[in-house]
Nanobody
Framework: HVQLVESGGGSVQAGESLRLSCKPS?????MGWFRQAPGKEREGVAR????????????SVKGRFAISRDNAKNTAKNTVYLQMNSLKPEDTAMYYC????????????????????WGQGTQVTVS
């Protein structure tokens, strides 16, 4: 089992930036960021494959958000970040970090069913 601890949420004005962090308690192969606004379905916004560093984004955030890892050597306990730029009011949501182990095919959309481990979430509010 992997525990995930998120941090970095907050309230900002439209056009500003935030960076979210997610630290896993154990090794992971893939990590993702999802968000859920009140009354809406959970949406996958970014995914990173830890070894290869491949990244994937939803169309709604492509070009504004960037997912990265700290590339720690000899360990897959990489902290993962979500840099969010040019934030819009429609980005307001609870953001969740998620992780998985094992093979995951390169694909979009970023699906919550591919990730068994989840953090508690961090709120992002853009006004």
């Amino acid at each position: 089992h992997v525990q995930l601890v998120e941090s970095g949420g907050g309230s900002v004005q439209a056009g500003e930036s935030l960076r979210l962090s997610c630290k896993p308690s154990g090794w992971t192969d893939h990590m993702g960021w999802f968000r859920q606004a009140p009354g809406k379905e959970r949406e996958g916004v970014a995914r990173i494959d830890i070894d290869e560093g491949r990244t994937y984004y939803s169309d709604s955030v492509k070009g504004r958000f960037a997912i990265s890892r700290d590339n720690a050597k000899n360990t897959a306990k990489n902290t993962v970040y979500l840099q969010m730029n040019s934030l819009k009011p429609e980005d307001t949501a609870m953001y969740y970090c998620a992780a998985s182990r094992g093979y995951l095919a390169p694909q979009t959309p970023i699906s919550s069913t591919d990730f068994p481990f989840w953090g508690q979430g961090t709120q992002v509010t853009v006004s």
